[in-house]
């Protein structure tokens, strides 16, 4: 073998010709010299290369032009597509997965490259005339031609996006590892791991792949998640990296979704292929499906049996569906137990309901029975006998209508009759009335807003707010040994707008008592919250429906925020009345 | 015949209280009442109730602990229970104090006939 810097197309010979005037020359002379045929295999960058410098261009149409019998076997992939279509013009086209020898023959001679650069001139070129070579070029040549599929085929998978792609099967338990964790990190949007036991969470956690799963969260914002049984252990372990997720998805402050979920599936696979294998699919274009053999062994690789790559759009779309169909159940189920859990609690509500209820009937009821019958044998003690009937016949009273009220609540059945009435007014009248019940007591009960004797207008159901009142002064008095209680009423504006200024009454009702106990104090407004022996724990619960039903709000503070027991305010708000003529 | 029969009762209801002894001293008992558990241990002698009539549901301490710690003073004290709570006294009783005779328990609301019976069983029991 010489290098010469002409070739000599007359005597047998091979040679290398160097530089890309000489290489251009030497690729040219062989296309033109071609009378018969001209069949060329070459790599993906092949079609860029010919379709892209004029010189090669102009000499493969002309092989068209005289009639040369063309073959091409190329890699059609999404980049070169549209230089495979203009050769499809000029040649009969041919596709082969990964090709990558780069040569061509005609009946004259023999031409291979070793490197190809997307649309530059080549460098280097091997250029033989010698027979034998020819011959033995031609089987290859006509052996890849006869594996390759035509190029219009190919064409359509790929702009029809049905891309065949590869699937392999690993068997080497290490290169297996080696695949999982390149996978994970080549991960750019999403990653799906389905696991089949608690031993295969730990083996792999163990192994470092949990941790490179919160790394491409909070580092490269994949969206993680995974499918897999739980115990303790396994739920410790989570909760340590979705803590880490959420503190770092809140510090990067709100909108985006929490990029790393956990279905901790308590779904048996009983007896089908699910309880054997590990499922990863990477950005939905890439599947890694791993079986166990050995499900007991701590190791990874001693576990993991043969294992499917894949990066077929059908294989990968169908682990996909595999996922979102199992991710959806786990969900569907969790949300079940939930339900189911709310139910119970539901349902030890009620009983605790009905145990409080009927204790809190049969108290008063025991009282009339048996203060009644005694009136028989006292008659010298009528009026204090009766006086207990009375008080016992009007707590049952008060607390069939707190039943009756909470019924309507929930039914959403309570009706106010709303009427415009001057609050101030109202607020005085029933302060009135409970001063004459605390006057043998240690209890001082102060109208704040005497002073003041604008009217304030509210449009709301007057028996309704009478009952706020009390029941909140009622609770005021009832955890008040000495001291004051003290009503405040305020008008605000709200809404700050010229057009639309919303003023809102705020009536504040401040005892110097025992406070709210920080155990009940965030159910406080909540059915059956209740501190007290005397009480069914429901009387808060209806102000608050009362309340909101008018459209305002009501909450409680404890007076001293450091717990001491300095007594608790409770406040309510109410919309204020619309203007009219000659008020407000 | 039941005019030297003592009687301790403890309610955290006053009314109840009040009408439960003014029924038994109807019928001659004497009756000791204490609206606060804790004080009723406190100021309880051994040995001079015939019977001691407890409500279960009450601030403090409930009727169950009340009847362990009148128990410890006085191992001869024949106790039962007043008690308007099903659940409580079902569930609770069952749980913690199963051992306690079925017997020992009033249900309230009694009419005061009823409640005189019931007690004179209890004392010759």
Redo the contacts between chains.
Sequence with gaps: MSATNTPNFNSEKTEVVYGFEKTTEAIMKFLNSAEVSMDICADYTWPSVVMGVEVYKKGLYDLKTRNVKSRFVTDITKDNIEYCKELIQISELRHLDGIKGNFGISEKGYTASATLQKATLLQQVIYSNVKAILEQQQYVFETLWSKAKPAEQKIREIEEGIDLGETEIIQSPEKILDLFIHLIKSAKSEILLMLPTINAFLREERIGIIELLKKSTTENDVNVRIITPSNDVVEKLLQNIESVVVKRSQQENQKKEKGFEVQHSNIQFKETAMTTVTILVIDRKESLVMEKTDDSKENFIDAIGLSTYSNSEPTVMSYLSIFEGLWRQAKLYEELREANEQLKAHDKMQ??F??IA??EM??????I???S??LK??PQ?EDELIE?IQ??AKRLQTLIGNILDVTRIESQTLILNKERFDISKLISSVIEDYKDRTKDSNIELVNKNNNNSDPIFVEADRDRIIQVLSNLLSNAIKFTNQGEISITLNEKIYDNNEEDRKKEVIVSITDTGSGIDSEIFTRLFSKFASKS?QGIGLGLFICKSIIQAHGGRIWAENNDINGNKSGATITFSLPAAAKVDGYN | MDNNKRILLVD??P??T???T??LE?YGFKVDSFNDPQEALSKYKPGSYDLVILDI???KMDGFELYHKIKKKDNNANICFLT?????YEEFRKKEYGALDRNLFIR??????E?IKEIKKMIKN
Excluded: C, F, W
Aim: aromatic letters at 10%; zero cysteines; a negative charge.
């Design positions: 009983r605790e009905i145990n009927s204790h049969k108290t008063p009821t025991q009282a029975l048996g203060t019958g005694l044998y006292y003690r207990i008080r016992n022996y | 955290d209801e009314d109840l009040q009408v439960s003014l029924t109807y549901k009450m601030p308007a709570s099903e659940l409580y309230k609301p009694i009419d005061n006939e409640l």
